[in-house]
């Protein structure tokens, strides 16, 4: 099955920095890539996605860049806020809808 | 978007118990799967919930152990048999809504159960 690798565990970062989190997957099949947010004692939460045929997507202060190439998937928070402070957790799927999930990064924004 | 509802919220169980978690969906989803988030850890998918025959398991997991039903398109249920502390985990539910048989499918978690095994 599929391999998610994410990093780094844990993240601190000053207000107002960016904030990146990388993840390597290994299944070549794989081409639909989330990204979760899960704030303390809450449910992870859909943030941002990519799928296999597009290199970069922007949402307002975030972004998900994909290599394919390379099989690795990043994500950019850039203006950090307090509130961005969560676990983040990316993940990758082959061709049927079943979910791989990474280890997670814990980021604290510091204010 | 869907809105998915999950009973219990927690509970607090004696070892060698069991207990059901239910999942219901506001809305027919084509997919639906339990996943197990240990304290701290990642989200690990327990099984595959198939509307009308058995789940479809994970390495590490097998019925007897985890039972699950899927009656029909918005409601399913797992049971965590014959509890151990080491059960102690929260247990998500979560849908997949695709309209059209697509790759790209996103997903929605349940706010989950909080389990506590004595």
């Known amino acids: 099955g599929e391999n998610v690798e994410q990093h780094p565990s844990t993240l601190s970062v000053q207000e107002g920095d960016s904030a990146v989190i990388k993840c390597t997957y290994s299944?070549?099949?794989?081409?639909?890539f989330p990204w979760y947010k899960q704030e303390l004692g809450k449910r992870p939460q859909l943030i941002i996605d990519?799928?296999?045929?597009?290199g970069e997507k922007k949402d307002q202060r975030i972004a998900v860049t994909l290599n394919k190439t390379a099989k690795h998937f990043s994500l950019h928070i850039t203006e950090t806020q307090p509130e961005d402070s969560a676990v983040y957790f990316c993940a990758a799927t082959p061709l049927q809808p079943k979910f791989y999930f990474g280890s997670g990064t814990k980021l604290n924004v510091k204010p | 978007s869907a809105v998915i509802s999950q009973k219990p919220s927690r509970d607090i169980c004696q070892r060698g118990t069991s207990l059901t978690i239910q999942c219901q969906v506001d809305?027919?989803?084509?997919?639906m799967f339990w996943y197990r988030q240990q304290p701290g850890q990642s989200l690990t998918l327990i099984a595959t919930a198939n509307q009308g025959s058995e789940a479809t398991y994970e390495s590490g997991f097998v019925i007897d152990k985890f039972p699950i039903s899927r009656p029909n398109l918005t409601f399913s249920t797992l049971t965590v048999s014959n509890m151990s502390p080491e059960d102690s985990s929260i247990y998500l539910c979560?849908?997949?809504?695709?309209?059209?048989?697509?790759?790209?499918?996103?997903?929605?978690f349940g706010p989950g159960t909080r389990l506590t095994v004595l």
């Open positions: 979560s849908v997949v809504i695709a309209e059209i048989p697509s790759t790209y499918n996103e997903q929605f």
């Open positions: 990519i799928r296999s045929n597009v």
């Open positions: 809305s027919q989803v084509t997919m």
């Open positions: 299944d070549s099949a794989s081409n639909y």
